[in-house]
């Protein structure tokens, strides 16, 4: 599985923001996806998450209301609507997926990340 994101870029506090994920390759063991992100000097933190077949995504507090989770399964994609953006959401956001495979368990995928700057 390859995750690609894009989206990223410098905008201004207040501002939105709307990062996409694009899965290809075996698509189908994938059960879970979601969003991280890691800002300099500081461990990287689950943004957000939800199980493929459920339709329910769990969310970090400090996204609640402001961040949205949006699926289009037909084009193996994920996007992060991020809204009323502060200088402390600048970081390096990462999409995440895992499958599980017979014989191999559950596997885990990264995509590159793609930088979110917000200026003050």
């Known amino acids: 599985v390859q995750l690609v994101e894009s989206g990223g870029g410098l905008v201004q506090a207040g501002d939105s923001l709307r990062l996409s994920c694009t899965a290809s390759?075996?698509?189908?063991?994938?059960?879970?996806m979601g969003w991280y992100r890691q800002a300099p000097g500081k461990q990287r933190e689950v943004v957000a998450f939800?199980?493929?077949?459920?339709?329910?995504?769990t969310y970090a507090d400090y996204a609640k209301g402001r961040f949205t989770v949006s699926r289009e399964d037909v084009k193996n994609t994920i996007h992060l609507e991020m809204t009323r953006l502060t200088f402390e959401d600048t970081a390096v956001y990462y999409c995440?997926?895992?499958?599980?495979?017979?014989?191999?368990?559950?596997?885990?995928?990264w995509g590159q990340g793609t930088q979110v700057t917000v200026s003050a």
């Open positions: 995440q997926a895992e499958g599980w495979v017979m014989g191999a368990g559950r596997l885990e995928y």
């Open positions: 390759g075996s698509t189908s063991i994938i059960n879970a």
């Open positions: 939800f199980a493929t077949g459920s339709g329910s995504v």
